[in-house]
């Protein structure tokens, strides 16, 4: 089985040097195959814009994150998912359990692994090309020609086998750059790795802190029905007693139907919460374990907004992956351009043929050196369309690497703000407990003595139930705050 070399029809020297090998020999070799074909391996992928993670920083409240290694990404991705949830679950471990378990980390790792192996592929070009074959070829010693085009000017019976080798000199830049755009997408995808794990933790909070919420609305809802139940007894004796009208009676069923539907709506809720964050941690069956709020007091919101915009212009990983994606684009159109200069190659091949027709053959053994200059003068504007394209592709990475840091620097705001105002919710809505609890206490001592209605302790017990409702949204609301404020910023826990 015989190759036949198809040369570049301009710009092609081609330097042969052989010993002891006859015309036909020669003439065999110089239709081996060329070397000088690269491959272009550069991936062009589009700039994920999604919310970010960090890669090294402070923490409002935690520890600093770190940029993933390929070593720690192939680790975390090999490593056992978690089987199981503990039956008291904290904030920290449910972010454990999700960043180990959550598929959606596992993807954006996978996508890190391969685009590491891309960067492998186009480094390949310059490396050494090494091919090892063989040939058998029973033939009617003469014969000139085949009924498949002109594949040799003679067949002849021979067997025999060799090693072939291509390595790339120069190509005055392009594989250079070619490689080093891959290496850079390499690292954004590393920090879009990073930003899925920071995303996920952020969900991971939110569903915690949802289900922790409706965990304590629960408790809320269910003193108000034991309170309530009380009352309602209280009453009915009185009732029957004649010492309340059945107004009064009406009033207190009424109270506790209210506080009954109050406390199946609360554990509907709690129960829709802990579906919600099971479904994070990655598990798609129930689990059967309760929620534990860290032991701690609440911290001041951060005073200085602006140093937590510059913190997160620098950390936040959507950020880096648009700052990688825009040099490994520049790096590509340069490559593009620099497919407009020559390409410098060698090749090489050695090799026996024991069974030989010795009319042609002089020697068992063969062997040759070359080296191949490609010089591209005309293809049709192909190469300069591409590097323009490549061009314009690049400045659309910087124009979204801009829009995005425009968003980083608002959302960051809004959130510092949110969490302001969150943390002087906690402070009011205490103030408006203890008012509404005292409130309470007034009231149910006045209708003990009959100087007021059912209907005035009616609206207590009301206003108490939706300020105890008030106080635990604003207290979860300053959590969430401090949670969406830390992603803001690029804080990995």
């Known amino acids: 089985m015989q190759k036949r070399m198809n040369w570049p029809c301009i710009g092609i020297l081609?330097?042969?040097v052989s010993s002891n090998f006859p015309a036909?020999?020669?003439?065999?070799l110089a239709d081996a195959p060329s070397t000088v074909m690269l491959a272009k391996n550069i991936q062009r992928q589009n700039a994920v814009d999604a919310p970010g993670a960090p890669q090294t920083a402070t923490m409002l409240n935690?520890?600093?994150g770190q940029m993933p290694s390929q070593a720690s990404l192939k680790k975390e991705t090999n490593a056992g998912l978690a089987t199981s949830i503990p039956q008291q679950l904290t904030l920290g471990e449910a972010e454990q359990i999700a960043v180990r378990n959550n598929p959606r980390i596992r993807v954006s790792?996978?996508?890190a692994r391969a685009q590491h192996q891309a960067y492998r592929e186009t480094r390949s070009a310059y490396l050494p090309q090494i091919d090892v074959g063989a040939v058998a070829a029973d033939a009617d010693s003469g014969s000139r020609f085949t009924f498949d085009n002109l594949r040799s000017t003679r067949l002849l019976t021979h067997v025999g086998g060799g090693l072939d080798m291509h390595q790339l000199i120069t190509d005055f830049g392009h594989t250079s750059n070619l490689i080093a755009s891959s290496k850079l997408y390499e690292k954004a995808q590393n920090a879009n790795a990073l930003a899925s794990q920071l995303d996920v933790v952020l969900v991971t909070d939110?569903?915690?802190?949802?289900?922790?919420?409706?965990?304590?609305?629960?408790?809320v809802a269910e003193q108000t029905v034991d309170t309530r139940q009380t009352t309602d007894k209280q009453i009915t004796e009185l009732t029957k007693n004649k010492l309340r009208s059945t107004i009064d009676l009406a009033f207190a069923d009424e109270n506790l139907a209210r506080a009954q539907l109050l406390l199946l709506d609360a554990q509907a809720q709690y129960n829709e919460d802990l579906n919600a964050l099971t479904s994070v941690l990655g598990f798609?069956?129930?689990m059967q374990y309760s929620l534990v709020e860290d032991d701690k007091s609440l911290s001041v919101p951060p005073p200085d907004q602006d140093a937590l915009v510059q913190m997160a212009l620098k950390q936040r990983p959507d950020l880096m992956a648009l700052d990688y994606d825009q040099q490994a684009a520049k790096k590509y159109t340069r490559a593009e351009w620099e497919q407009l200069m020559p390409s410098l190659s060698t090749m090489g091949v050695v090799g026996g043929t024991p069974v030989r027709d010795a009319r042609y053959f002089n020697?068992?053994?063969f062997g040759a050196i070359?080296?191949?200059?490609?010089?591209?003068?005309?293809?049709?504007?192909?190469?300069?369309?591409?590097?323009?394209?490549?061009?314009d592709r690049a400045k659309a990475v910087q124009e979204n690497e801009r829009d995005l840091r425009d968003r980083v620097v608002r959302d960051v705001r809004n959130a510092w703000l949110q969490t302001n105002t969150s943390y002087q919710k906690i402070a009011v809505t205490e103030k408006l407990l203890q008012a509404a609890n005292l409130g309470l206490d007034l009231a149910q001592a006045r209708y003990k003595l009959g100087l007021s209605s059912i209907v005035e302790l009616s609206e207590s017990q009301l206003e108490q139930t939706q300020a105890s409702i008030e106080n635990i949204n604003a207290q979860f609301e300053y959590e969430l705050s401090l949670a969406a404020l830390n992603y803001q910023i690029g804080n990995m826990p």
């Open 14 to 16: 081609t330097i042969l």
């Open 370 to 391: 070359g080296a191949n200059l490609e010089i591209p003068v005309f293809n049709g504007f192909l190469y300069t369309s591409q590097a323009h394209e490549a061009d």
């Open 284 to 286: 798609d069956k129930p």
């Open 24 to 28: 036909l020999q020669a003439q065999r």
């Open 206 to 219: 939110q569903a915690f802190y949802n289900a922790l919420e409706a965990q304590a609305l629960v408790k």
């Open 363 to 365: 020697s068992n053994w």
């Open 62 to 64: 935690g520890h600093p």
């Open 109 to 111: 790792q996978l996508l």
